[in-house]
Antibody
């Protein structure tokens, strides 16, 4: 069974940092490209970042560029999102989502982890 | 950046009725790289349609997608009780960002 389990969310003060993790199982993680997508409370979906299967290609949304860093460890079947200089507007549920290739959309999503940025 | 605009914002229908949801892009979506997702409260999005018209694995055939270029449609032929949810379109496969529409809520009338 395919599983994506996010962790690392929580309450953080503005300007603080947080590292999210996504543990993958039930499929060949190293063959899949991965994304982070977020959803602010009561709002729609916002794509955050993408990393290719090897980690050689990375993209970010303009709203997080320079503050967030995506990475992966294929040996550990894990995806990460390092979030620095957090702002109130980064408050959201963060989902990791897999896709087989760039020309296909994410086909499986984790259940998400909530990040709250507040003083 | 491609902006996706979904309409209507809310669709009020009864079980058994037909639902037609629209997604319009600010510029042409290359190779019909357009997907539709369903999201229920407290749950992750579920992929319904990719490539504008191909159903994802396990998706019932009452869900269908159509369109090309800048205009896309998701049709639910006969609404089942479990279909009342929020639906999002997403464009992918071209230069990032992979934008989403703002969503259409299908609610019980």
């Amino acid at each position: 069974e395919v599983q994506l389990v996010e962790s690392g969310g929580g309450l953080v003060q503005p300007g603080g940092s947080l590292r999210l993790s996504c543990a993958a199982s039930g499929f060949t993680f190293s063959s899949y490209e991965m994304n982070w997508v977020r959803q602010a409370p009561g709002k729609g979906l916002e794509w955050v970042s993408y990393i290719s299967s090897s980690g050689s290609t990375i993209y970010y949304a303009d709203s997080v560029k320079g503050r967030f860093t995506i990475s992966r460890d294929n040996a550990k079947n894990s995806l990460y999102l390092q979030m620095n200089s957090l702002r109130a507007e980064d408050t959201a549920v963060y989902y990791c989502a897999r896709e087989l290739k760039w020309e296909l959309p994410p086909d499986y999503w984790g259940q998400g982890t909530l990040v709250t940025v507040s003083s | 950046e491609i902006v996706l605009t979904q309409s209507p914002g809310t669709l009020s229908l009864s079980p058994g009725e037909r639902a037609t949801l629209s997604c319009r892009a600010s510029q042409s979506v290359s190779s019909s790289y357009l997907a539709w997702y369903q999201q229920k409260p407290g749950q992750a999005p579920r992929l319904l349609i990719y490539g504008a018209s191909s159903r994802a694995t396990g998706i019932p055939d009452r869900f269908s997608g159509s369109g090309s270029g800048t205009d896309f449609t998701l049709t639910i032929s006969r609404l089942e009780p479990e279909d009342f949810a929020v639906y999002y379109c997403q464009q992918y496969g071209s230069s990032p960002p992979k934008t989403f529409g703002q969503g259409t809520k299908v609610e019980i009338k």
